[in-house]
């Protein structure tokens, strides 16, 4: 599905990935965690061809569907995005035009890539927003972004990802603003999408509960690079020292206490 | 003795008529101590934090600092007390000035408040930059050229920057991994033992808050359901909504 050929990207004289190597198959889940700045956002920015203007590709080629990704022009991307490949941002929040209502903007990502009328589009957007455990829809369409919650915000950019049922999609920390409860719903709606469109998934989240349920394989990162991959359920059995740190370090209710 | 440094008292908000966002919510915290709030998305926990600090007005309800009421606060007197109180807030992109350097960005509520040379303010920027282990490199970056969960510590930098009585963290850290979350958990705890410092801490994650709150309050559509004590946490659980939290959780078992 999804082939990273020794990935080297900078901004400007920070190498924020170093011959980063990633293969995917169709219908998998990968799930990358790691540590904060270790350049996962950054693979993703890539994928998508939205890094910023500060950076730079040094080496390497993605191929989606045996295209090459980084020799595509404007017109293929606005097919490619969207409807083949959704992501999920980090910060939602800031995605979100702040001076449109969510509605306006639903509609019109809908409109962009398909043809469907207003009303369906409409339609469409509060069929996807329902399944967020999202309530009074109609109420958050009529909003602006300022006027929602952080984790209201964060499931307005799910629904929008999942639309198109894309072939991959892309999320980074997608239920990062979520409570439990929430957050296990959401995490149903992804796997739903998975099984029923067979929706390969690049997922990058801090919470490695959620990444050893839901992935087929976790990638750890640092500085730029993996430094450890395990197999669905195996990461509690990982070697690696930094590995071991972070199982070490996730919150547990029966564990260590600060004050 | 209980010595109660904030207190909130019978704080309402609506946005639209008739539509309670906060209704009727009582808090109190301690001094030195750390109140953990955990609830459902949308509940309105954001919205208290900044009502507590004073960034937003309530329609109804006191706010009380050391005893004294601070709701209708304006003027020198409202800059003064700011100082008090920081706020580190949900979406750290947004509390950022987008072309402010992140070495100034840190030290700009000191510059506000003390004269400062830019040498001594740009050593005491490496000194935060330091506590909160964000590397030195980003010293001049725009706060949009960092991660998010450098930003994040940015933000948390710039909240300590101040030495403030009472910080209020509203999912602070929720965009770190864990490791480095759990060294800022650790710093703060620190931080509160050598300056008696007092926290609001809000956090999907409850296991999180357990670890760093002494007390704690679960909130549900505007309304405080429950309050706990962190010692004896699931024991102590009565309401449906706070037991429905602790059933979906992804716990590990290993
Ligand atoms: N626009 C930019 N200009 C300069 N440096 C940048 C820029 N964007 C990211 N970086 C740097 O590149 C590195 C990787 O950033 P990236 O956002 O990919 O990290 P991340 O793994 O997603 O971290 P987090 O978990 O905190 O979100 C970081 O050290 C960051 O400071
Ligand atoms: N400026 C505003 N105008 C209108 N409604 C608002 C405004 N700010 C917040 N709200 C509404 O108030 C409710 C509570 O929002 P708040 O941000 O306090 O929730 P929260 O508990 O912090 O949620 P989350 O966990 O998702 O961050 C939400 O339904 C939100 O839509
Ligand atoms: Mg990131
Ligand atoms: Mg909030």
Redesign the interface.
Same mark, same amino acid.
């Given at each position: 599905m999804i082939d990273i050929k020794n990935l080297t990207v900078n901004y400007e004289k920070k190498t924020a990935l170093k011959n980063f190597s990633l293969s995917i198959k169709e219908n998998e889940i990968v799930a990358i965690v790691g540590e904060s700045g270790s350049g996962k956002t950054t693979v993703l920015r890539t994928i998508l061809n939205i890094l910023p203007q500060n950076s730079q590709i040094i080496s390497g080629k993605i191929y989606f569907q045996n295209k090459s990704l980084l020799d595509l022009n404007l017109n293929d991307w606005q097919n490619l995005r969207g409807n083949e490949i959704a992501i999920i941002f980090q910060d939602t929040g800031n995605m979100l035009n702040p001076v449109r209502t969510i509605g306006s903007q639903f509609i019109e990502y809908i409109k962009a890539h398909s043809k469907l009328s207003k009303k369906e589009a409409l339609n469409l957007s509060k069929q996807m927003l329902k399944k967020m455990n999202l309530q009074n829809v109609e109420n958050i369409l009529k909003s602006y972004p300022f006027e929602l919650s952080g984790g209201q915000c964060q499931r307005i950019g799910i629904a929008m990802a999942m639309t198109f049922k894309p072939k991959l999609l892309l999320a980074d920390e997608p239920t990062s603003a979520l409570d439990a409860n929430t957050q296990a719903q959401i995490v149903q709606e992804l796997l739903k999408l998975h099984d029923e469109y067979k929706t390969t998934i690049l997922m990058i989240t801090h919470n490695l509960a959620v990444a050893n349920y839901m992935a087929d394989r976790i990638l750890i990162m640092k500085d730029g690079e993996i430094i450890d991959f395990v197999d669905k359920n195996k990461l509690f059995n990982s070697k690696n020292e930094y590995t071991k740190e972070l199982i070490n370090s996730i919150p547990n209710l029966k564990g260590k206490r600060y004050v | 003795m209980y010595n109660c440094i904030l207190e909130a008292k019978n704080i309402t908000k609506s946005?639209i008529k008739n539509k309670k966002i906060l209704d009727n919510i009582n808090l109190k915290l301690e001094k030195g +101590?750390?109140l953990g709030i955990? @609830?459902?998305? @949308?509940s309105g +926990?954001?919205t208290l934090l900044r009502i507590l600090c004073g960034l937003e007005k309530s329609d109804s309800g006191q706010i009380l600092f050391k005893k004294q009421d601070i709701t209708s606060l304006k003027g020198e007197n409202l800059r003064i007390h700011r100082k008090n109180i920081q706020m580190i807030f949900? *979406?750290s =992109?947004?509390a950022f000035h987008p072309r402010i350097k992140a070495w100034q960005a840190i030290t700009e509520p000191i510059r506000n408040y003390n004269h400062f040379s830019k040498y001594e303010l740009k050593s005491k920027a490496i000194e935060l930059f330091n506590c909160v282990n964000l590397?030195l490199?980003l010293l001049e970056n725009y706060p949009?050229?960092?991660? @998010?969960?450098?930003r994040?510590?940015l933000a948390i930098a710039r909240a300590l920057a101040l030495e403030p009585q009472i910080l209020l963290c509203d999912?602070a850290t929720? #965009?770190? *991994?864990?490791?480095?979350?759990?060294q800022i /958990?650790?710093l703060? #705890?620190d931080i509160?033992r050598q300056r008696n410092l007092s926290i609001i801490f809000v956090c &999907?994650?409850? #296991? =999180?808050v +357990?670890? /760093?709150? &002494?007390n704690i309050i679960v909130m549900n559509s505007g309304h405080v359901v429950e309050y706990l004590s962190?010692d004896n946490? /699931?024991t102590q659980v009565n309401d449906e909504y706070t037991k429905? =939290?602790?059933n979906?959780?992804?716990?590990?078992n290993?």
């Open positions: - | 946005y +101590k750390t955990v @609830g459902e998305s @949308g +926990k954001s949900q *979406d =992109l947004s590397p490199e949009n050229q960092m991660s @998010g969960g450098q994040q510590r999912e929720s #965009a770190l *991994d864990v490791r480095i979350q759990a /958990i650790k703060l #705890a509160q &999907h994650d409850l #296991a =999180l +357990k670890s /760093i709150s &002494h962190s946490l /699931i429905s =939290l602790l979906a959780s992804f716990f590990i290993y």
